[in-house]
């Protein structure tokens, strides 16, 4: 057991030792950024799913007996919601990431990751079959070049870009339009949507709506933040999720998703379409919220989004600012290393609809109160 123990030890040494903790004050962690996990629609909807017979687990997976009406259903529903020509679900969105990564990109392909790419995008890659390059995060032109440069070393095979719509720990968006001109030529777009769904487009149906339904575009949407439930959606092009079906091993090993959650997505995408105001509320909390910090702390960066990393450095520094601002009530959390660059570590204020506006605008007066002088 020592290498284990010394291993806590310098990860405590360092500030980077991690623990569970309980949920306390005003939400501004989760990524349930339309509020739905606690709605009543959405209660309502397990209830009736639950009271009609349908079962809390699959029992099997997919291609045995785990394939529910219920799925089935949901999966036809979100493809034609986001407007792709097929949808397939998984138990989370990272091991739809994952699994999309180590299936698709064949051997000869070039899988071709943002540096800042979600850990399951960089574990995929580890494990899939593909050539790995990354490109300078949010760069497109480093990555026509490290392209051209596969290219005149004799390669041949399909390029695949994968990039997240909007990065979880930055909260910018990514260049799609420039970056689909580029697959266009050389091959694929893997758009992880995980936290644009529900957020952004209309009705919630992300950045990268305006692509969805070509034949080189596969999107990720999970059910886990926005949507209020758990689970993940890969769409794309009806032979792309075929193949998944056939030889994806960690959709065709896995128990399938719960039913109940495929009844919770659908009510989630019918509040997409009969709450409008949930995403005009959230726009206007992300709007008051950069408002309000780009006077009261005008040297910090801001994303732009609901996702708004407040970077400080040092992990010491980082995890004794966020006990102090959760000790005025407030559930910010610090992010560390692996998670984020070295140096980089930061605030990571999630803008939910669990907070009103005043909360938003009373976190801002809080931060300025407490930023350190570093």
Not at 166 to 173: A, K, N, P, T, V
Request: aromatic content about 6%.
């Amino acid at each position: 057991m020592t290498i284990y123990r010394r291993d806590l030890q310098g990860l405590a040494g360092d500030a980077r030792l991690r623990s569970l903790a309980e949920r306390r004050g005003i939400d501004f962690s989760s990524n349930d950024y339309l509020g739905l996990a606690q709605s009543n629609r959405m209660r309502a909807a397990v209830v009736r799913a639950l009271d009609a017979g349908v079962p809390v687990g699959a029992a099997g997976s997919r291609l045995l007996r785990g394939n529910t009406d219920q799925q089935a259903g949901f999966e036809d529903a979100a493809a034609r919601f986001f407007g792709a020509e097929a949808a397939l679900g998984f138990g989370g969105g990272y091991v739809a990431n994952f699994a999309v990564i180590t299936t698709l990109p064949q051997r000869g392909d070039l899988l071709l990751m943002d540096a800042l790419a979600h850990a399951s995008t960089h574990e995929g890659a580890r494990a899939g079959r593909a050539e790995v390059a990354s490109f300078r995060h949010g760069d497109v032109g480093h990555a026509e070049d490290v392209i051209t440069a596969w290219r005149r070393a004799g390669n041949t095979g399909a390029v695949w870009i994968a990039v997240e719509s909007l990065y979880s720990m930055d909260g910018d968006r990514a260049p799609l339009d420039d970056l689909m001109r580029l697959a266009d030529a050389h091959g694929f777009l893997l758009i992880d949507e995980a936290h644009a769904t529900g957020v952004f487009g209309p009705r919630g149906r992300g950045l990268a709506h305006h692509l969805e339904g070509r034949d080189n575009v596969v999107t990720l949407h999970t059910l886990g933040k926005a949507l209020g439930g758990s689970g993940a959606l890969i769409c794309g092009a009806r032979v792309l999720i075929d193949f998944l079906v056939n030889r994806c091993r960690p959709f065709i090993f896995a128990t399938a998703p719960s039913p109940l959650m495929a009844a919770a997505g659908l009510e989630a995408l019918a509040v997409l379409q009969d709450e409008p105001w949930r995403q005009a509320t959230l726009a206007g909390h992300v709007t008051a919220f950069h408002d309000q910090m780009a006077r009261r702390l005008p040297q910090v960066p801001l994303s732009g989004s609901q996702i708004v990393p407040l970077i400080v450095g040092p992990n010491a520094e980082t995890m004794a600012l966020a006990a102090q601002v959760q000790a005025r009530g407030f559930d910010v959390r610090g992010i560390r290393p692996p998670t984020v660059p070295e140096g980089t570590s930061r605030l990571r204020v999630s803008l939910t609809l669990n907070a009103t506006r005043a909360d938003v605008l009373r976190l801002a007066e809080t931060l300025e109160d407490l930023w350190p002088d570093l």
